[in-house]
C-alpha cells in the first residue's frame, strides 16, 4: 500500500476504508458507513455500542460510554485520547480480560469474524470470559501487547518457554517444534543470538528487549488481531521507533489487522490508517488518520494536535489542554469537553452532541459541526 506522509514528522499513511462510529443509547444509538470494506471483505471486528461499567463502592462508573468502531483486515486503527478516557477498558473488553466484579460489559457487540479454523461470525460480548472459546480467541486470535511487560510475562519461566507453551497450546506443535517457533520469533524482532536469549527470564532483559518478548509472545500464534495498548510508553524515543517498525514489517509479514492504542498522537501519525478520538468514554471523532491530522475537527482533537511536537513548528509553542478529564463517576448531561472548551456554547451544557458527518468516513461529535441534515443515522 502506497503512503502518504502526513503533517507529522516519519507520518506515513492513508487508505479509504468504510467504518462506523457510534454514541451511547441514552439519544440514539448511531451505526452508520457501509459494511463492506474496498476489497469487498467485511470488516474483522465490529464493536457496536459497546459499553461497560465498574461497579464501585464510590458508584458506577462508566468507562466505556457506547463505543462503536470497524476493523478492516490488514488495516490499523489507532484509538487516541488522554489518559482515563476508557481506551484500555475498551481494548480488554474485546479481549474479555474485564475483571468481574466490579467490572461488567453491560451492553454492546463485540463481532468477530474469525479466520482460523472454522470461518464464523462470533459476539465476544457473549462468551463466558474464562470458558473454551474464549482463551481460544484470546491469545490464539486476537492478542494484546500490554504498557508493562511483566503483565504478560511470567518472571518463573524463561521466555523460550513462555513463547513455546502458546505455541503448543495454539498450534498445537510439540515442545521441540514450539522451541523452535520460539527462536524464530525471536530472531523477527529483531533479537540477537535467539537460542542464547530463549534461555533467559525477563528480569535478565532490558525494557525494550522485554517489549520485544511480548510482541514475540503476542505473535508467536499469528493472531488475526494485534491490541497494542500504549506499546511503546516506557520506552526512550530509539526504541519506539524501532518497536513501530517492527509492529508494521509484522503486520506486513502475517497479514495482522492492528488497533493501536495511546495518548501519543505521534505513534498513531506514523501506523494508523483510521483514528479514533476518545473523551470521557466516548468516540468524538472518527476518520482516517489525513483527516484526523490534516482537518480535526473537534476541539478536542484540535487542543490534543496542539499539544504534540509537530514538523516544523517550535517546541515552546506547543500548548497543553486546560484542565483535565471529568471524574469517570460524573454524570454529565451535555459536551463532557464543556469545561475546557475554548468554544463552548450554552447547549453544549444541556444536550449531547450527536456523531455528525464531515465528509467521507470523517465524523465528529461537537455542537460547532453538528448540522441537523448531516446527523449520522
Ligand atoms: N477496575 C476498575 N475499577 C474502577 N474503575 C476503573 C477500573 N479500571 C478502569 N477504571 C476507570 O475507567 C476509566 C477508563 O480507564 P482506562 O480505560 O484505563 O483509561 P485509558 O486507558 O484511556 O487511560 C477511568 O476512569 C478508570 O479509572
Ligand atoms: S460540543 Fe460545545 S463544548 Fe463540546 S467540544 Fe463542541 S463546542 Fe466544545
Ligand atoms: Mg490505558
Redesign the pocket.
Known sequence: MKREGLYLQNARSIAPLPSFWGMGAEFHWVYWGCLLTANGDQPILEVKNLKTHFFTDKGVVQAVKGVSFALANGQTLGIVGESGCG??VTASSIMQLIKSPPGKIVAGEIIFRRQKRRAETIDIAELDPKGIEMRSIRGGEISMIFQEPMTSLNPLHTVGRQISEVVELHQGLGRKEAMKVAIDMLDRVRIADPEERIKQYPHQLSGGMRQRVMIALALSCNPSILIA??PTTALDVTIQAQIIDLMEKLQEDFGSSIIV?THNLGVVSQMADFVAVMYFGRIVEYGTAIDIFRNPQHPYTVGLLESIPVLGRRKEILVPIEGIVPNATTEIAGCAFADRCPHVMAKCRERLPMPSRVAGEHTVACWLHTDEEALVN
Open positions: 481506551k484500555s495498548d500504549e492504542i
